[in-house]
């Protein structure tokens, strides 16, 4: 079965169809996306410097996938929320394009990627020895073939239990003192050997960032990421 984009009026919410109709937030049935994952709505791709969390520093191919329904406010790619905004483009073309660039790592990102089936794209890139990162908040089931798996969850759409034992990094958005307990709950979820950031939302970063080098001199199991690609000016 593939995934359809339906024309239903927001009032019909116990409609079995209207959960993707919030998903894909179009108003006609325009894009059938194949749940095999041939053909994924392509936002952007470009190489660049990977900015955040555990990777950071590091060359990377991005590949942002258009489409989300968990509605982060302080989202900085709110124009990733509509996938019928994005091309729908043959896995094998992304995987071409990102072996065209020495560095040899993807970030697959959203929008939420794990709305479609990734199992194919990431096939793709393996086959051609591409290193394949996500960053995922975790809201739907895991598909595809990761060498590493950023779990970024949030309040807005909580992400699911059986995702977070696979997460090699949590990487907490601190936007209000709250977030701290957040992090705490998801850092028990997730495995022994996964990392754990605490990452100030950018907006807030002036008054956040104080907050959260007292909570990890404090508690060390913590680490600190930062969007150094904004600080670089670089995607």
Known sequence: MDIAIYDFPKNHANH????????????????????????????????????????????????????????????????????????????????????????????VTGGEPLLYNLDELTKQLKAKGIATFIETSGAYPLSGYWDWICLSPKKFKAPRKDIAPFANELKVIVFNKSDFLWAEEHAEMVSPNCKLYLQPEWSKSAEMTPLIIEYVMNNPKWEISLQTHKFLNIP
Not at 81 to 93: F, G
Request: hydrophobic share 35%.
């Open 16 to 107: 079995p169809e209207y959960l993707k109709y919030l998903i894909f937030g179009a108003l006609k049935a325009k894009t059938i996306i194949p749940e095999n994952g041939t053909l994924l709505p392509l936002m952007e791709e470009f190489y660049t410097i990977q900015g955040e969390g555990f990777n950071s520093g590091k060359a990377a191919y991005f590949i942002r996938l258009g489409g989300c329904d968990v509605g982060c406010h302080w989202c900085d790619v709110k124009e990733s929320w509509d996938a019928e905004l994005h091309p729908l483009t043959p896995t094998q073309t992304i995987a071409d394009n990102a072996d065209k660039f020495p560095g040899k790592s993807v970030v």
